[in-house]
């Protein structure tokens, strides 16, 4: 019979070579299947593509960063939502004895976040090719892009762990997601649009706390609620 390992559902410590092992692994099925990272680039390429030909223009900040935060939140569903569709069921048991929960997520949350920072820049970098840049403030929207990449990047890891476990996909997930990503979305929206039109770093201060304080929130919730999902 098989022996549950008690201990690393309820110790809270992390084995760090553990979660760097699980990151290479992350890695390593990325790069020998590529069919998130090709998927999502082709999703961005087409999707800017698309609205450079309706707008052929800079357009409005406002229509640019409301179209900006549409792509990348769509774009932020579709990478994190394969997070467990590719984890076979040997290796989710082979993984359940080796590893705890808490270092499966964690090492799911960060190469998420890895992952959908690298679509946020290219977003950036596709939309200011074919409709024009319109940030003023290019440090602090680079760091609102990072910010809210880790944010989506929990939120949606564990909601596709969720749908996992309930038997769901990609549509499971996204319904899921988008109550728990609104916070998220309407904070990163306004702070934005202050770096969009170049107001003072002070200013988006607050805004960009409040984006932190959001990371620690699902962070913290992914980090506790997570054990309880991998031993059901």
Known sequence: MLKINVNSYLCPALNFNHFILLLKKEFDIEFRQKTALNGIILFVLSTVFVSYLAFQHVIAPNVWNA??????????????????????????????????????????????????????????????????????DLGTFSLILFLTSFGFSAILTLMAGISVKAGGSFTLTAILSFPLTFPMLLVAIKVSKLAIDGIAFSVCLQY???????????????????????HD
Do not use: H
């Open 67 to 136: 179209l900006f935060w549409i792509i990348l939140l769509f774009g932020a569903i579709i990478t994190a939502s394969k997070s467990f569709l590719n984890e076979q069921k040997g290796r989710m048991l082979y993984n359940y004895f080796i590893y705890s929960p808490r270092e499966v997520i964690l090492s799911k949350i960060f190469y998420n976040s890895i992952l959908l920072t690298f679509v946020s820049f290219l977003t950036l970098f596709l939309f200011s090719i074919f409709i024009g840049s319109v940030v003023q």
């Open 208 to 230: 960009l706390l409040v984006l932190l304080l959001l990371n620690l929130i699902v962070s913290i919730l992914s980090f506790v609620l997570f054990p309880y999902l991998w």
